[in-house]
Nanobody, 128 residues
């Protein structure tokens, strides 16, 4: 059974940093695209970053470029999302999702329907 579990959320002040983790089991990361989505109160879930199978490609939403970095640790079968210079508008529940068939490239925004298995989400709150 393929599962992903997020961790690392929390409350930080503007300008702070957090690193989210997405621990995968039931598959190896080389054969799966992993994406991060977030959903703010009253807004739709949006795809913000992904890393492709074999880690060949990554994607970042335009507003996050230069602040967020996605990476994969094959030894621990975990994908990370390093988030720096956090802003109040980054406040949301962050989800990771995986799928062996989902496309991921620098010009392709991840869509929720492309991913079959999801974590439970982790809350990120940016406030002074």
């Amino acid at each position: 059974q393929m599962t992903v579990v997020e961790s690392g959320g929390g409350a930080v002040q503007p300008g702070g940093s957090l690193r989210l983790s997405c621990a995968a089991s039931g598959f190896t990361l080389n054969y799966i695209s992993i994406a991060w989505f977030r959903q703010a109160p009253g807004k739709e879930r949006e795809g913000i970053s992904c890393i492709s199978t074999s880690h060949e490609s990554t994607y970042y939403a335009e507003s996050l470029k230069g602040r967020f970095t996605i990476s994969a640790d094959d030894t621990n079968n975990t994908v990370f999302l390093q988030m720096n210079d956090l802003k109040p508008e980054d406040t949301a529940i962050y989800y990771c999702a995986g799928d062996p068939r989902a496309p991921c490239g620098e010009d392709h925004t991840p869509h929720a329907y492309e991913y079959d298995f999801w974590g439970q989400g982790t809350q990120v709150t940016v406030s002074s």
